[in-house]
């Protein structure tokens, strides 16, 4: 049998070996049988619906044309020439599909001796910019701003997995009527309470979260703005003095601004993502209209009857958009564009990539467009990773009106439950390990129920079926990983990668290998559909699988060769699910 063996700057891919010797041995079957040598792609191979019907095909309707006949024809006479070999262990014809069975002991060779499971080589280095999050200054993080956190932290990881330099950033939504609103509530409840400003209350002397804090004034102002028009025109009014850069007004804003980030930050390091660079939409909100005013110009963009500046779109199939009102001030698509060219400026990315829901399609649409008639050529590498609502089974999340629905109260509350699991299973461990675990657990609950779902999909998120370790779920791949690992710290002997040829012929063991040898195409395809659910479903898949199999065949008491290579195997599981989770933000756990 060949080996496949790497140099310390050569990355292989196993499936790519696996696939690259079918396509080869395929060409030799259809030489042998037809006296013609016929050119074709791994690309051209398919994967069957069923297991039991081979573990790839080849579609012969290409072949028909060439050699005049019918594929169906073609198939049958192909199945007598595709002799087994190294890498094929039998094909069978089945309609017009050749479908070829691999040889275990040849996957599990591949799989061993490439090293690495998912480590990829990008050999330019190329670098991609992911935005996300983006929260206002006057609230915490609700659920809805968690999908977007996982949805582009997760990106940034497998992005990284490939071989990408990530850049991630955040723009800070920290001016506005919506911020005035918790202002003006704010300062008028401490008026009405305490009269003096020295002894207004704040987050360090009430013990309450800064965002949370912001927060409560933001839900203040709504409930008060339903019967007290004096309030609505507190808040235009203190927009209006922001804006001519009043000093009171400038030094409450900073301060409940300094109050907000700060509660943000804290829940950031909870979720544990983190951001290379944060952009404030204070810093640029005017800054994009010397771009736009160039545009004009140009003749780029148009003047409409009111004298508003606006982009013709109709190139683009797309409505027109409106760049600068008739009184010159500015749009959030001017703020856009600017930091956009700042971005490219700051970076050189040869990739953009926004985490943004999708009622903001036709937008992102407008927003590419545009920059792409002001002639830069890199927002042809844009992309918008959209996604769904997410809202809770008792229907959509109302922050303004005060619902719990913030991201904290929800991985407390999923904390807890996992807490009582834990606690539950009868191990005898500290309260600090059990909090340790809880945490870990809730974080897996949340993080993989939001990313197992297809980014564009409208979903419910139901924390107790979450944080359930059985069926779909985070804690359910945890408790995987930890039972495998459990298995391999009772193997006392030392696991040597020569043994795997040892007469073992590992037929019970093809499901896992064939899903292992998946995962660095998995990653690809994540990264190249921008879809951090392909991660989620290829681990669940793992996890269910070897789950199926250690309850279905010995490992600790199987004969010695048959023990030393199913060790082996769950090893490569155990670093595939670690490594599989780690994609998604996720933390294993040796024990639960």
């Avoid at 400003?197 to 927060?215: A, C, L, N």
């Avoid at 359930?468 to 006392?492: C, E, M, N």
Wanted: net charge positive; glycine share 4%.
């Amino acid at each position: 049998m060949k080996k496949h063996v790497r140099t310390k700057k050569e990355y292989i891919d196993p499936q790519s070996i696996l696939m690259q010797e079918v396509v080869l041995e395929l060409k030799k079957a259809i030489h042998a049988q037809f006296w013609q040598d016929i050119s074709f792609q791994q690309d051209l191979l398919e994967i069957p619906p069923l297991p039991e019907m081979g573990d790839c095909a080849l579609p012969c309707f290409f072949l028909a044309k060439q050699l005049k006949k019918s594929p169906i024809e073609i198939a049958q006479e192909l199945e007598s020439a595709c002799i087994a070999s190294d890498c094929i262990d039998h094909a069978r014809a089945l309609g017009p599909y050749l479908n070829i069975f691999f040889s275990p002991l040849y996957i599990a060779n591949i799989l061993f001796t490439s090293q690495s499971l998912s480590k990829q080589k990008n050999q330019k280095k190329e670098t991609i910019v992911i935005e996300y999050v983006s929260p206002n200054t006057n609230k915490p993080l609700h659920l809805g701003h968690m999908r977007n956190a996982v949805l582009g932290e997760s990106l940034a990881c497998i992005f990284e997995s490939v071989g990408y330099n990530v850049v991630r950033v955040s723009l800070v939504n920290d001016r506005g009527i919506h911020i005035c609103k918790s202002m003006v509530a704010y300062e008028k409840k401490q008026k009405e309470v305490h009269g003096t400003e020295s002894i207004w209350e704040t987050p360090q002397s009430t013990g309450i979260k800064g965002d949370h804090f912001v927060g409560e004034y933001y839900v203040l102002y709504s409930q008060q703005a339903e019967h007290d028009e004096q309030i609505i025109k507190d808040a235009q009014e203190c927009l209006q003095k922001w804006e001519k850069n009043d000093k009171k007004t400038r030094i409450l804003w900073k301060k409940m601004n300094a109050w907000a980030l700060d509660g943000l930050n804290k829940t950031y390091q909870r979720l544990g993502i983190h951001f290379d660079k944060v952009y404030f939409e204070s810093e640029l909100y005017t800054q994009g209209k010397e771009i736009v005013r160039k545009g004009l110009s140009k003749g780029l963009f148009k003047k409409d009857e009111t004298g508003a500046v606006y982009a013709d779109l109709t190139a683009f199939q797309i409505p027109n958009k409106i760049l600068l009102r008739r009184d010159g001030t500015s749009l959030y698509v001017t703020q856009d564009m600017f930091l956009a060219v700042q971005k490219a400026k700051d970076f050189h990315a040869s990739r953009f990539a926004y985490v943004i829901g999708s009622e903001q399609d036709l937008y992102m649409k407008q927003l590419f467009a545009i920059l792409e008639m002001l002639g830069y050529a890199w927002a042809k590498n844009f992309h918008h990773v959209s996604y769904g609502m997410v809202c809770l089974p008792e229907g959509k999340m109302k922050s303004r009106e005060g619902t719990k629905v913030d991201a904290d109260v929800l991985l407390d509350t999923l904390k807890d439950l996992a807490y009582k699991e834990v606690q539950n299973r009868g191990e005898k461990i500290s309260k600090k390990e059990a909090h340790t675990r809880s945490a870990r657990i809730a974080l897996a609950a949340v993080k993989f129920y939001l990313a197992e779902v297809s980014a564009k999909s409208d979903m419910t998120f139901h924390p107790e079926e979450s944080i359930s370790f059985t069926g779909r779920t985070g804690p359910y791949v945890q408790y995987t990983y930890a039972r495998v690992k459990s298995i391999l710290r009772k193997y006392t002997s030392k696991t040597k990668k020569s043994d795997i040829n040892s007469g073992y012929a590992w037929i019970q063991e093809k499901q896992l290998l064939l899903l292992l040898i998946r995962f660095s195409g998995t990653i690809q395809s994540a990264a190249h559909l921008y879809d951090p659910s392909v991660v989620a479903k290829y681990i669940y898949s793992l996890a269910k699988a070897v789950n199926e199999y250690y309850h279905a065949i010995p490992v600790l008491r199987a004969a010695p060769s048959e023990q030393v290579a199913r060790i082996i195997l769950l090893q490569c599981v155990a670093q595939t699910l670690q490594k599989g989770l780690a994609l998604l933000g996720i933390e294993t756990l040796e024990k639960m």
